[in-house]
């Protein structure tokens, strides 16, 4: 377990000025319009239609639903739900058995091999496993989310778990902490920083996975509907669910972000006076 | 030597740990704790393993799977790389393409799937296609993220030397960022072979791993063959990635000696 | 109430073996404030963690108030010298300091009185709601210090507690290690490779030679108190004394200043 998944060096979308940089996109948007219909290719919608489409698609719905159409009701939610209960549920095993590897040189060292192996598998190839398993539904996609997203997850843990400060262990033995108190109030915290970057990691998995698991096996769902659009053969709703897709992934990225700005504030300013 | 000592402790250790899963999956399948005789005996999948790694057709499908991976990996590398470097070395440029960036990153790669599948009537241009897609990231945040890391007292002592910003890019900054390279490409096979297999999956084909998992769900023994290829996917993933740390290793000591980064 | 007797450490073993303590005498009475100095590399802190039982010396004996030192003794303290890494930085400076109180039995009320106590003891009444990273090194130590004191230890033992801080900060710190140590009865061993510090702090300086580490010289410090960062170093004793310890840290024969 040498090397955690690594995050990626992260940008920063909250920074200053940003509203002001804005203007790329814009100017994307207005050139892509103008090409797409000049060249009048079907695959490539310009960005009006695909709106339009978005529209007709989701926000025909009554105002007591938020003009929401029954295809946004129906696909949206579970969407969300299996995308939140997976990368939650895989967080809480991931820490917990991260937390038991880190701790423990011995039982990781058995284990060691398994992890790898696990973390090598290309987790869509569960599908075709799991389908005939557990049959197609939120079950089935539960479980490939979970067991895709974990490994950033575990991984980042045990490193975060293993390399707690010396001066802070020896702090804790001197002042008789307890078990619990060592876990909760010392190896815990110091390891919260690469809990985070593994879950943010995992985020962004386990969204792919969503899309993978409604794609291959789901009755509903942002994916399936995405599927039903390319075997309908309708290039602007096909666009339209990638639009919605992205803006998922942005946002969730954002609020991910935040929440952990404000968690790790001290890490940060800890980090800048040593 | 206690580190040799250590090392074959570790790999006992870990044989041990497999071996010790194995036995427990196989008693629990012969008592039929897990249920239905849906789920085929340990033993039957590592009878099967063992079996498809002599088996013509299952062997081809990894090629193509690997093809693919292998191709569109190095075309991410050839276009991303450069362009990275020039971003990097363009700070005004950066700035302006950054939040197209960020716009784009977030979309799930595999969402593209479907409309390349449109798109692209040939499944090898797919695959690489959505492999360049997925893969581009990593490598390009990370070329970026090296390049703003050069030490800036090398580039000045090469400048004062009377040397030109090309020598500089070639002479410092292309071998300090390398590292930062490597990890991305690194992390870029990872996803790339998530990819190459999803997009087996969802687009049918007649080729790749993905495909040939498609074929034996057909089949009424075909679960014993989808878990042996299941496995033989994980084993490629071990060896791919192994070989990328290995490389890093071998490659960029001089890195690790002196900054102790992670890679 | 603090034994050492014959005290020896050796790191690794076979060729690459380093002794770190090579034999050390100590008794420390009740309530001395005993500073241990020495040239870096004597083995001091290993010493120190071998008092702490943080780590098990290879040979020698430890005891405490009579009972020889096997684990972490319950009413033992430390303050270390890097307190960016000794602090959490994800407490508040109460939390830190009244975290360890839990181990006394005292109760949520009891624990948060005695934190406030000991911050105000140590000059840092409003810091309380602050987290560690917000305060200056000084006063970063200044918490330490408070934590330790709220721990109400019999030994307290301070490893080069002042070695990352500033000079005018530095005194500071010494002078409250002076205020705080008549306040409960507790028995100081300080480690500091600061010449001047060792006689200007302790009521008696021992001196260990380079590694492996004995004890060359234990003088009594008897200067006229209350002590004070001019006076008292502008006093015959502390020169003399301050000469005399330079010279066994340099591995000078005592006898020779003896016979200027």
């Not at chain 1, 804005?22 to 009006?48: C, D, H, K």
């Not at chain 2, 496995?231 to 960029?252: D, H, K, M, P």
């Not at chain 3, 900060?169 to 140590?181: G, I, M, P, S």
Request: glycine share 10%; hydrophobic share 50%; proline share 7%.
């Amino acid at each position: 377990m040498k090397s955690p998944a690594h995050a990626a060096p992260r940008s920063t979308p909250s920074s200053p000025g940003f509203l002001t940089r804005l203007w790329p996109i814009l100017l994307v948007l207005v050139l892509w319009e103008v090409v797409t219909r000049v060249a009048a290719n079907g695959f490539f919608p310009p960005p009006s239609t695909i709106v339009v489409r978005m529209r007709e698609m989701w926000l025909t719905g009554p105002a007591a639903h938020l003009w929401l159409s029954d295809a946004a009701l129906d696909n949206f939610p579970p969407s969300l739900a299996r995308l939140f209960t997976g990368w939650i549920l895989a967080g809480i095993v991931g820490v917990v058995f991260g937390l038991l590897l880190g701790r423990s040189v011995v039982l990781a060292r058995f284990v060691d091999p398994l992890v790898h192996f696990g973390r090598a598998i290309p987790p869509p190839m569960l599908l075709p496993l799991l389908i005939p398993l557990m049959s197609i539904g939120t079950p089935m996609q539960l479980t490939t989310i979970v067991f895709g997203v974990v490994w950033p997850v575990l991984l980042n843990t045990v490193e975060g778990a293993r390399y707690v400060d010396r001066q802070h262990v020896e702090t804790a033995r001197v002042f008789g902490f307890t078990r619990g108190q060592r876990l909760w109030r010392v190896i815990l915290p110091s390891a919260t920083p690469k809990i985070f970057a593994g879950l943010r990691l995992s985020l962004s998995l386990a969204l792919i996975l969503m899309v993978v698991s409604e794609l291959v096996g789901s009755t509903n769902g942002i994916g399936f509907q995405l599927r039903e659009s390319e075997r309908a053969f309708d290039p602007p709703g096909l666009w339209g669910s990638l639009v919605v897709l992205g803006l998922l992934g942005y946002v969730l990225n954002l609020a991910f972000f935040t929440v952990e700005r404000r968690v790790l504030s001290w890490h940060r300013a800890a980090k800048q006076t040593t | 030597m206690s580190g040799r000592a250590l090392l074959r402790n570790r790999v006992v250790c870990g044989a041990l740990g497999v071996a010790t899963l194995l036995l427990l999956a196989e008693a629990a399948g012969r008592a039929g704790l897990f249920g239905q005789d849906t789920l085929p005996l340990t033993s039957t999948i590592v009878a099967r393993t063992v079996e498809l790694a002599g088996d013509e057709e299952f062997l081809t499908d990894v090629a193509a799977t690997m093809t693919a991976w292998s191709l569109g990996l190095l075309l991410t590398v050839a276009v991303t790389v450069p362009l990275g470097l020039l971003l990097g070395s363009l700070p005004k440029v950066e700035a302006t393409v950054r939040p197209l960036i960020e716009f784009l990153r977030p979309i799930p790669s595999v969402a593209l799937i479907p409309l390349a599948i449109l798109l692209f009537p040939d499944r090898l241009d797919l695959k690489i296609a959505v492999i360049f897609y997925a893969s581009c990231w990593p490598i390009l945040i990370n070329t970026m993220y090296g390049l703003r890391d050069v030490d800036p007292v090398a580039k000045e002592t090469l400048r004062s030397f009377g040397f030109g910003p090309l020598a500089v890019l070639w002479r410092v900054s292309l071998p300090s960022t390398a590292p930062f390279i490597a990890t991305g490409v690194r992390l870029a096979g990872g996803i790339a072979l998530i990819l190459a297999v999803s997009a087996e999956l969802l687009a049918g084909g007649s080729d790749g791993i993905g495909a040939y998992v498609i074929e034996a769900s057909s089949s009424p023994d075909g679960l014993e063959f989808i878990i042996a290829a299941t496995v033989w996917a994980g084993i490629l993933g071990v060896v791919t990635n192994s070989l990328f740390i290995g490389a890093e290793r071998r490659l960029f000591r001089w890195h690790t000696a002196r900054a102790g980064v992670a890679a | 109430m603090l034994e050492i007797s014959n005290l020896t450490h050796t790191y690794g073993s076979g060729p690459s073996a380093h002794t770190a303590l090579g034999g050390i005498d100590l008794r420390v009475a009740e309530g001395e404030l005993v500073c241990i100095v020495g040239p870096s590399g004597s083995g001091k802190s290993t010493l120190l963690r071998s008092i702490a039982g943080l780590l098990r010396p290879t040979g020698g004996r430890i005891t405490l108030d009579g009972t020889p030192v096997a684990q972490i003794p319950d009413d033992l303290a430390v303050v270390f010298q890097d307190y960016s890494r000794s602090l959490f930085p994800w407490m508040s400076v109460a939390d830190n300091v009244s975290l360890p109180l839990r181990r006394k039995g005292q109760s949520r009320k009891q624990r948060t009185r005695s934190a406030a106590e000991a911050l105000e003891q140590v000059g840092l009444a409003s810091a309380g709601s602050k987290y560690p990273w917000e305060l200056s090194g000084g006063m970063q130590q200044r918490v330490s210090i408070a934590r330790a004191l709220a721990y109400r230890p019999s030994l307290l033992l301070m490893d080069e507690p002042f070695g990352s801080v500033d000079a005018q900060t530095r005194e500071d710190l010494e002078d409250l290690t002076l205020l705080v140590r008549g306040l409960h009865n507790m028995t100081i061993l300080l480690i500091t490779h600061d010449i001047d510090e060792s006689v200007y702090v302790g009521d008696r300086v021992v001196v260990l030679s380079k590694a492996p580490a004995r004890v060359v010289g234990d003088l009594r410090v008897d200067l006229p108190g209350p002590r004070d960062q001019i006076n008292t170093r502008e006093h015959s004793d502390f020169v003399r004394l301050r000469g005399e310890v330079g010279r066994l840290v340099r591995g000078v024969r005592p006898s020779q200043p003896s016979a200027l």
